[in-house]
């Protein structure tokens, strides 16, 4: 039970961080078709923003400025490059962003090094919050939880209550006709990359600390996210929010279960013969290749995701 | 276009570039340029098989090393349990196994794969990319964990016509047979029905549908062959490197062979052989010269994204057009003007990072640090000047020049293109 309780606890932390993450991609995705590789570049560019605001000024400007600044530049990126790559077709927005990654972290290798930097928890917010059968709750995790559902409220409510989430609803299904009524099509764009690319800042600002910083933190982490997007289906932000708090819990459950395969089916009243190497994997050996394997069944069996409309 | 595979012109085109293949190791005799020439054979393999996808079919993968990787680590298991009851011919064919454990794992993951074209591909071969990686590291005991899995090439006391495959010059002349083999059979592929079939899914398959093909199975055979040929590559690696690490399947070489193919142009066939060769050069005296190649590298790439996309080979077929059409003498000058500038804005560029790099990694002490083959205080603000200097004229200039250039080559293209219609 207590296990059962902090896991999902942790889970649903872990799960709306990821959140933050894949709602920036599907958002970009969906508005502009650009499946933007560097995505966790721009995550991994906020924890080190912040990690440097936070040694010159402080842990609470970085919140506010990190993500900001993640947001300048991936709104210049956009309008300087990905609207040049777009003349060349998708493959070229494509292998632009995937590019734009590896220069990334060349130049975070480049100005932070190679090893991981010490990003901190600010002291105020170091400390338990509650406990829970024995074990403490982290008053970080609590805050973290804090930040992502109010920026999902914020999100939420910016895209259905006010006039520029009319507009970029508008220009996600009909970016010809939203232009012919006078917008401005290019700049909202711009607008959502740079959005999508700050809150992948925000991100980073409140997991660099929380995990680690280091230069791999981007590659760790991307590939999760492309199978949140997967797993909810392409463009769906509802299917990314169920997909993300799915694979945030599997993936915290998974490093705590220590049975092996061969306990797993047994049971369900199935003996495997001993001795071979994968009957005694352990769920935990496992972790790392279950968000995968929920990915290939997905797209077996249903093959738009979870919650996507469309097939491609 | 003659559609015979091996017509005058072809036949004279692949014996020469066999002869040059063979010939080379014989100018060039250090150990050094041949290593390099086996790494840029493997390469070419890798990266053509790779071009199936990506250029002929329209699928961009980015989880092409599984096939690579498997096909490397069942050539080195075989090797391994051949052991003594094996000979030098044995090993030689030992590739081929490779490549059928590359067809296996296409047989395999190219039915998750290939429902989706497009973007929804390159997501999910992502994903199996990362899950094999990820396996990998769960089965110490077939991938030989962080070691990898180590062999040697050299079987049994016998030799076959005279090899062993001991020296590397004999792997060399292996490599060039089998990277021959390949590039025929892959090149003749191109000229099949399903090769052609492969174009018209990338150019349009609701057509292709419409004309009766089936779109998945064309993509699933592309796949399957593409797989074969990368396992092929990777065998290839397994016997010249003679270890398989589980960097081999990872997603760090699934980017370099997408780099390696657009690099090169993944419009033509050729293409991908001179991303293979010109990688391999910058990867290995560019690498040996500075730590910051990749950077270097990633930047050149994002240049070729958004100034040729379609790779170095488009270019030198521009260059041919315009040749053919008596064009290319007005072109010349300005190339020959544009190179100073250009080159005055790479001095101040690579001075920049270079310096940058040196403060950045070195061990912070007072004295002069040796950046580029000359010592400079790096705290004294005169070498940041000279570097910010010549970057600012180098812009400059190029912008003068290169905007001329630009004039006249879009007058000559359109010229070009004026006396065809």
């Given at each position: 039970m207590e296990f059962i309780v902090i896991s999902l606890l942790n889970g649903i932390t872990y799960g709306l961080l990821l959140f933050m993450l894949s709602s920036g991609l599907t958002l970009i995705f969906s508005m502009m078709g650009i499946l933007n590789f560097a995505h966790a570049s721009f995550y991994m560019l906020g924890a080190y923003f912040a990690y440097q605001i936070s040694t010159l000024v402080g842990f609470w400007p970085g919140l506010l400025v990190a993500p900001l600044l993640v947001g300048a530049v991936g709104a210049a990126i956009e309008c300087y490059g990905l609207r040049r790559a777009h003349r060349f077709g998708h493959v070229a927005e494509l292998l632009f962003t995937f590019g734009l990654a590896f220069v990334v972290e060349e130049v975070v290798h480049l100005i932070w090094g190679k090893v991981a930097v010490d990003y901190r928890i600010p002291a105020e917010l170091d400390g338990t919050?509650?406990?829970?059968?024995?074990?403490?709750?982290?008053?970080?995790?609590?805050?973290?939880?804090?930040?992502?559902?109010?920026?999902?409220?914020?999100?939420?409510?910016?895209?259905?209550?006010?006039?520029?989430?009319?507009?970029?609803?508008?220009?996600?299904?009909?970016?010809?006709?939203?232009?012919?009524?006078?917008?401005?099509?290019?700049?909202?764009?711009?607008?959502?990359?740079?959005?999508?690319?700050?809150?992948?800042?925000?991100?980073?600002?409140?997991?660099?600390?929380?995990?680690?910083?280091?230069?791999?933190?981007?590659?760790?982490?991307?590939?999760?996210?492309?199978?949140?997007?997967?797993?909810?289906?392409?463009?769906s932000l509802g299917g990314a929010f169920v997909a993300s708090l799915l694979i945030g819990c599997i993936q915290t459950f998974s490093v705590g279960l220590t049975i092996s395969i061969t306990d797993v089916f047994a049971l369900i009243g199935v003996q495997l013969p001993e001795g071979s190497q994968v009957a005694r994997l352990t769920i935990t050996q496992m972790a790392p290749v279950l968000p995968y394997l929920l990915m290939v069944a997905i797209l077996i069996f249903r093959p738009r995701g979870l919650m996507g409309a469309r097939e491609s | 276009m003659n559609a015979a595979i091996l017509s005058r012109g072809r036949l004279a085109v692949w014996c020469s570039c066999l002869a040059l293949a063979f010939a080379l190791p014989l100018v060039l005799k250090s150990g050094f340029v041949i290593s390099l020439l086996c790494q840029i054979g493997i390469m070419a393999v890798f990266s053509l098989s790779y071009n199936m996808l990506l250029g002929q079919t329209g699928l961009l993968s980015f989880g092409h090393a599984v096939y690579y990787g498997l096909g490397a680590f069942a050539t080195i298991h075989l090797l391994n349990a051949i052991g003594k009851g094996g000979g030098p011919f044995t090993t030689a064919l030992l590739p081929f196994a490779g490549?059928?454990?590359?067809?296996?794992?296409?047989?395999?993951?190219?039915?998750?794969?290939?429902?989706?074209?497009?973007?929804?591909?390159?997501?999910?071969?992502?994903?199996?990319?990362?899950?094999?990686?990820?396996?990998?590291?769960?089965?110490?005991?077939?991938?030989?964990?962080?070691?990898?899995?180590?062999?040697?090439?050299?079987?049994?006391?016998?030799?076959?016509?005279?090899?062993?495959?001991?020296?590397?010059?004999?792997?060399?002349?292996?490599?060039?047979?089998?990277?021959f083999a390949c590039t025929v059979a892959m090149f003749a592929l191109t000229q099949t029905p399903l090769g052609r079939m492969a174009n018209a899914v990338r150019d349009n398959p609701e057509r292709a549908e419409f004309v009766g093909y089936d779109t998945e199975r064309v993509r699933f055979l592309m796949v399957v062959l593409s797989g074969f040929f990368a396992g092929i590559a990777g065998g290839l690696s397994a016997l010249s490197y003679e270890i398989v690490t589980a960097e081999t399947l990872n997603a760090h070489t699934s980017g370099i062979v997408l780099?390696?193919?657009?690099?090169?142009?993944?419009?033509?066939?050729?293409?991908?052989?001179?991303?293979?060769?010109?990688?391999?050069?910058?990867?290995?005296?560019?690498?040996?010269?500075?730590?910051?190649?990749?950077?270097?590298?990633?930047?050149?790439?994002?240049?070729?994204?958004?100034?040729?996309?379609?790779?170095?080979?488009?270019?030198?077929?521009?260059?041919?057009?315009l040749w053919q059409a008596g064009l290319l003498g007005r072109m010349l000058p300005h190339y020959a003007a544009t190179t100073l500038p250009v080159l005055i804005l790479l001095a101040g560029l690579i001075g920049l990072v270079e310096l940058s790099y040196a403060l950045l990694t070195g061990d912070g002490s007072e004295g002069p640090s040796k950046v580029m083959s000359m010592q400079l205080e790096l705290k004294t603000p005169a070498p940041w000047l000279t570097a910010l200097a010549v970057t600012g004229i180098g812009i400059t200039l190029t912008r003068w020049i290169g905007g001329r250039m630009r004039h006249e080559w879009n007058a000559t293209l359109s010229t070009l293109h004026g006396d065809r219609s």
């Open positions: 919050l509650f406990t829970l059968f024995d074990t403490s709750f982290p008053i970080y995790k609590g805050f973290m939880m804090l930040i992502s559902v109010g920026m999902l409220v914020a999100l939420y409510a910016l895209l259905t209550r006010t006039r520029i989430g009319l507009i970029i609803q508008a220009a996600l299904t009909k970016p010809d006709m939203v232009e012919a009524l006078g917008h401005n099509v290019p700049r909202i764009f711009m607008l959502v990359f740079g959005g999508g690319t700050a809150l992948a800042g925000l991100a980073g600002v409140i997991g660099g600390n929380a995990f680690v910083t280091e230069p791999g933190m981007a590659a760790a982490v991307g590939s999760i996210v492309f199978v949140i997007v997967v797993v909810g289906g392409l463009g | 490549g059928l454990a590359g067809l296996a794992a296409g047989l395999l993951l190219g039915y998750v794969t290939t429902r989706k074209a497009g973007t929804t591909f390159a997501m999910i071969t992502l994903g199996i990319g990362e899950m094999v990686a990820a396996c990998s590291l769960m089965f110490p005991g077939i991938f030989g964990g962080e070691g990898g899995v180590s062999g040697n090439r050299v079987v049994g006391k016998e030799t076959f016509l005279g090899f062993s495959w001991g020296p590397q010059v004999e792997m060399y002349g292996l490599i060039v047979l089998w990277a780099l390696i193919a657009f690099v090169g142009g993944i419009g033509f066939f050729y293409g991908p052989i001179i991303g293979a060769i010109l990688v391999t050069v910058m990867q290995i005296v560019i690498g040996g010269m500075t730590h910051a190649w990749l950077l270097y590298f990633g930047l050149f790439f994002l240049f070729m994204v958004l100034m040729a996309p379609g790779g170095i080979a488009s270019l030198i077929a521009v260059q041919r057009a």
